[in-house]
T-cell receptor, first 115, second 113 residues
Framework: DGGITQSPKYLFRKEGQNVTLSCEQNLNHDAMYWYRQDPGQGLRLIYYSQIVNDFQKGDIAEGYSVSREKKESFPLTVTSAQKNPTAFYLC??????????????FGQGTRLTVV | AQRVTQPEKLLSVFKGAPVELKCNYSYSGSPELFWYVQYSRQRLQLLLRHISRESIKGFTADLNKGETSFHLKKPFAQEEDSAMYYCALSGMYSGGGADGLTFGKGTHLIIQP
């Protein structure tokens, strides 16, 4: 087990604070993704990155920010602008050029709770 | 824009019965379709991809471009098939860059003994 690691597993944040979720992979994958998973909503794409120093907004990017300074790392910051941040966050990675049936590998997830 | 629709939130069948989890998609280009599965307390993982035309754990899925569907089927359900199943689509920009994976809302499959 391993390959893509998210930390921490559980995170508590006070309202109005920014918080950063970590995602690291040692699979030498170019592409990395952040999803938010809510009950009954499935997985919704927040941000994704196909290559170092480049990333694109997904469907629900508002209130989030990312960086991709290194190939193996894709941290997600949940800012105070995110109106409903309590959720389960999943990070994934895959080889670039997703066409060709490329498999995405997922982390264990981080459960963020705003208190 | 790309979209994946899984109409059933919950599907309950008896052991030994056939299973079909529905998935429809919307995408203007040439998509790639996947099924991912999440067993209890495990990571989300790939079950199968349309490009491979494979059968995994007895499951198959055929891409029907005319109906824009990618339904997941298994002729005889087993109790260990109980899990959350997600259909996913990978699109392609016209310029050749890959798009993000888009997931459906998932179907919770329960196999009753």
């Amino acid at each position: 087990d391993g390959g893509i690691t998210q930390s921490p597993k559980y995170l508590f944040r006070k309202e109005g604070q920014n918080v950063t979720l970590s995602c690291e992979q040692n699979l030498n994958h170019d592409a990395m993704y952040w999803y938010r998973q809510d009950p009954g909503q499935g997985l919704r794409l927040i941000y994704y990155s196909q290559i170092v120093n480049d990333f694109q907004k997904g469907d629900i990017a508002e209130g989030y920010s990312v960086s991709r300074e290194k190939k193996e790392s894709f941290p997600l910051t949940v800012t105070s602008a995110q109106k409903n941040p309590t959720a389960f966050y999943l990070c994934a990675s895959s080889r670039r050029a997703a066409h060709g049936g490329t498999e995405a590998f997922f982390g264990q997830g981080t459960r963020l709770t705003v208190v | 824009a790309q979209r994946v629709t899984q109409p059933e939130k919950l599907l309950s069948v008896f052991k030994g019965a056939p299973v079909e989890l529905k998935c429809n998609y919307s995408y203007s280009g040439s998509p790639e379709l996947f099924w991912y599965v999440q067993y209890s307390r495990q990571r989300l993982q790939l079950l199968l991809r349309h490009i491979s035309r494979e059968s995994i754990k007895g499951f198959t899925a055929d891409l029907n471009k005319g109906e824009t569907s990618f339904h997941l089927k298994k002729p005889f359900a087993q109790e260990e098939d109980s899990a959350m199943y997600y259909c996913a689509l990978s699109g392609m920009y016209s310029g050749g860059g890959a798009d993000g994976l888009t997931f459906g809302k998932g179907t919770h499959l329960i196999i009753q003994p």
